[in-house]
């Protein structure tokens, strides 16, 4: 790859970033737009280059690549599925909390992601390589797929459903979170069906849902509402509870 070039690590975080702003799903042409946009300054002229089959211009034609790659992890919709549109899945939001919070740990944002600096690093032309062994949670795909069907993909705060060319979209967020130290469980009774933005918002800690499903939104200080509950999905109070009691001081936001 020539060196001019910005990386694809950079690429998928750019890609995320923007997914994510969107609501978790855009259109090709949308999603690349916004993405010159956002980080436009940051390419290099060789990014801009044509390409020799149909000169398009080089990072449409690698972010078009990473999109696949970003497929085949888990990270979007099969491109059979989504129809055109870029879609984030529940592994994607994932993987876009989890840099989201990695950058707030090191001082750095999702405003000023990873992208080529004034002085190239010279690299190393012959890496090593290294065995590495990681774990993560296996979370049980009915159990969030059973909580979003049983409230239509509306969201339980603002009733909002959002409909895409591959169908209605909500996200599963667990209350109390899988990871250590929460160590939550993965049964609905701790998990809530919302909208992408009211799931960011909980799991920083800028909504909360008090005993009696009254929500504060402690963003824009809109008026209490309540949360939605039916009669297939009840919610387990305590794990409200400790969502609050998490988020009452100055407790890093975690990731459902």
């Keep these: 790859m020539t060196s001019g070039l910005t990386p694809q690590h950079a690429l998928r975080t750019w890609l995320l970033n923007v997914l994510a702003e969107l609501g978790g799903s855009a259109p090709t042409g949308h999603a ?34 990473e999109r696949k790659r970003m497929e085949r992890s888990g990270l979007l919709v099969p491109a059979r599925e989504s129809r055109g549109v870029w879609t984030l899945t529940e592994a994607g939001w994932d993987q876009f909390h989890l840099l989201r919070d990695t950058n707030a740990e090191f001082g750095t944002g999702a405003e000023d992601p990873p992208g080529p600096s004034a002085h190239t690093p010279k690299g190393d032309e012959t890496p090593s390589r290294a065995e590495q062994t990681t774990q993560r949670i296996v979370r049980s795909t009915a159990v969030a797929d059973y909580v979003k069907r049983v409230h239509d993909y509306s969201c339980q705060v603002c009733g909002i459903r959002l409909a895409t060319p591959a169908g209605a979209y909500a996200e599963a967020a667990h209350i109390r979170a899988l990871g250590r130290p929460h160590d939550g469980p993965d049964i609905p009774a701790n998990v ?65």
């Design 32 to 65: 690349l737009k916004r993405m010159e946009r956002r980080y436009g300054t940051l390419l290099s002229p060789e990014d801009h280059e044509g390409t020799e089959r149909d000169n398009e211009p080089k990072w449409h034609n690698r972010t078009r690549f």
């Design 192 to 256: 809530l069906c919302l909208c992408p933005n009211h799931h960011v918002l909980f799991d920083f800690g800028m909504l909360t849902i008090s005993e009696d499903l009254t929500v504060a939104d402690h963003s824009s200080g809109a008026s209490p509402c309540r949360l939605r509950e039916i009669p297939e999905h009840r919610i387990d109070r305590q794990y409200l509870a400790y969502h609050r009691a998490h988020h009452s001081g100055t407790a890093r936001p975690f990731t459902s």
